[in-house]
Every structure is written in C-alpha cells, then in structure tokens.
C-alpha cells in the first residue's frame, strides 16, 4: 500500500462534529478546544452543547465565562482560565475572537499545565497561525487539546444534514424540499436550521409531520411581496430608501428579530461572497457550468450577477464581507444594540457613498 492510502481518511467537519457531540452529552472533555474554520454553525452548537451538558444552568453565574477577544487582555482571561469552579465539577471559559486576542501566544502554557477542572473554548473567527503558538503547542499536545477545522460541508453532504437535523425535530424533510431550501439560501447551516426551525412551526403538529417542497415555497416569502430576496436586490441596486423599508418590514413580521437579523446578514454574505468569486472569473471564455462550479451561482442567474458586479467594485465587497462580520458578531450578543438598529445601521453604511478608485 503506497504512503498516501495508508494515510487514514481526514474526517469531515460533520463527522468531527458528531464525535465531539457524543462526547460533550457524554461527560467527555479535554481541558482545551481550539474551533476554527469557515462553517461557525458546528462551533455555535458545541459551545451551547458544552455549556448544557457541563454545568447546571443555576451555577453559571460564577462558572461561566463568555468573552470576547478584542474587549479583554490575555493575561486577564488566562487567569480566569486557571481559577477554580465554584460549587460544581466544571467551569467553562469560552473565548469569541480568540485570533484577535492580542498577546493570545501565551494560551500555549494552557497545553503544558491544564486546569484539570475547567473546560477552555477558544472560537477563532478566522483561520490562525497553525505553526505559530499557542495553535503549534495546542497541536502538539494532543491528550489535553484538540485544534479542530470546521470546512464547509460539500453540497453532496448537505441533503443528508438537513434531513437528520429534520428527524432529530421529529419531521421529515422531502427531497425536493431539502434541494428548494438549498437553491433559496444556499449551503450556510445556520440559516438552514433556523428555517427548518421555521418551517416546523409553518407545518403544526401535523399528523404526517413532512416538511414538503410546497410548505418551504410557502413559508419563504416568495409569494410575498416584501422578503429578503427583494431586500437582496434593492441592496445590490443600491437602492437605500427600498432597502430600509423592506428591512424594517422584515423586522416587524419576524418572530424572532434576532433570528431574522441573522438570517438576512447570512445571506447577504453569501450574495455578496459570490460576487467576490464572480469579480475573480474571467470575463470570457468560461461556460455557464464553469462559473456555477467556481462561485455557486445557478446558470440561469449568471447575467444577473454579471450586472451586479458592475456596481460593486471588489475593494467595495470586501469592505462589505467586513460589514457583514461585525453585524454577526454583533447579533450574537458582542452589542448592546437591537437587531433593528444593528440591520438599520448595516443598510446605511453598505449604501454610503461608494468609495472612488
């Protein structure tokens, strides 16, 4: 057998996400995680499937501590890392942003002299130096740490996600379904879930419990007049009047106005992160199939997107990918403000003047 093949396959991030879960219901920690990657909706899940199945919800006031990287100095944190827990086995000390932690290098001691009774969580919003400390030592120290990349799923994989996640909540998601719902939103897992979610409400507690490609046509807005694909276009346009009204009405119709915020940024993301791939195509000589492939953009909507990319230049939509992150990290409770303020002030500084060149 040559060296490559007796290399054992490299998990996907579904199933490294599985084995961790297992562990976390099961009572089986190391002292410190190290979460990166592209896909933040499996890092999102364990932090909450950590915190519920380590401490009871009445101890967490003094045993859990949730912190953001750039609004805390590192020795601060580390030493809230090596305290004690209070009245329980476990203390959890999860770390947002930990890339932008400055002077995070010395979270590399956490490998060689662990807090046996806490659990560290360090989430990185981007990818880190892997061969620079603390990931280097972190790695290196593998009984006691686990450096963990969650890629995007592959589209194949995706059909088989949404339909567990679906029969996990006691529906059936039919195939078409899983395919409109994919086609609508594209592959992020976070907007995916909190539309089954919604969907699950749409359908009742029907006795057939099926989530069917009519429900989710339904269900989405695209019978309305005001949703978040018009939103989408109004913003590509740059029409900004159109585009506070349509935000506020989505707001105002949301059961959750956190959840929509959410829901509209993740989307707008993905809109805006296939224009960045569409900027890097040429702009001849490729086939429809090609460019489907290469930026995720259906082939029927590829002129679309070729007229929008004419009105956002590329130093414009990583500025927006910028935008969209802060709204995300604001969302999630990195902000004091409302998820109407956050979106109202998202809008406006997507649509200010555009940068000359």
């Known amino acids: 057998m040559s060296a490559a ?20 219901e099961g009572g089986r920690f190391k002292p410190v995680y ?21 401490i009871p919800l009445e101890d967490r006031d003094f045993n859990l501590d949730v912190v953001y990287g750039p609004d805390i100095a590192a020795k601060d944190v580390l030493g809230i890392c090596q305290m004690a827990p209070m009245l329980t086995e476990r203390r959890i000390v999860v770390i947002r942003a930990f890339d932008k932690l400055k002077g995070n290098q010395i979270f590399a001691t ?3 002299w662990p807090n046996p009774a806490a659990v560290v969580l360090l989430i990185c919003e981007n990818r880190p130096r892997l061969n620079a400390n603390p990931c ?88 309305r007049e005001i949703n978040i694909f018009e939103l989408q276009d109004a913003i590509t346009d740059r029409r900004r009047v ?3 009204r349509i935000a506020e009405q989505l707001l105002l119709g949301a059961s ?7 829901r509209i940024v993740s989307v707008l993301s993905q809109h805006f992160l296939k224009l960045w791939k569409l900027h890097g195509c040429p702009s001849y000589g490729l086939k429809p199939a090609e460019i ?3 930026t995720g953009i259906p082939s029927n909507m590829i002129y679309k997107y070729r007229q929008a990319v004419r009105k ?10 910028q935008l969209f992150l802060s709204a995300d990290s604001e969302i999630k409770g990195f902000s004091k403000r409302s998820p109407h303020v956050i979106m109202t002030l998202l809008i406006v500084r997507l649509l200010s003047e555009p940068l000359r060149y």
């Open 5 to 24: 093949g007796s290399k054992r396959k490299r998990k996907s991030s579904l199933q490294i996400y599985k084995d961790l879960k297992k562990d976390f």
């Open 256 to 262: 959750s106005r956190q959840g929509e915020c959410l």
């Open 242 to 244: 159109e585009a506070h």
């Open 110 to 112: 956490l490998a060689k």
């Open 292 to 294: 489907t492939k290469r």
């Open 136 to 223: 280097k030592t972190l790695k290196e120290n593998s009984k006691v740490a686990q450096v963990v990349e969650f890629a995007p799923l592959w589209r194949n994989q995706m059909g088989s996600f949404l339909r567990e996640y679906a029969q996990s909540r006691g529906y059936k998601l039919e195939r078409n379904a899983e395919q409109l719902l994919i086609e609508f939103l594209g592959t992020g897992l976070a907007l995916l879930t909190q539309e089954i979610e919604k969907l699950i409400t749409y359908v009742g507690a029907s006795e057939e419990r099926v989530i069917t490609e009519q429900d989710v046509l339904q269900a989405s807005g695209q019978t």
């Open 34 to 54: 190290l979460f990166y990657g592209e896909e933040s909706y499996f890092a999102d899940q364990l932090q909450q499937i950590l915190i519920d199945h380590t």
């Open 312 to 321: 956002w230049p590329l130093p414009e939509i990583k500025q927006a990918m």
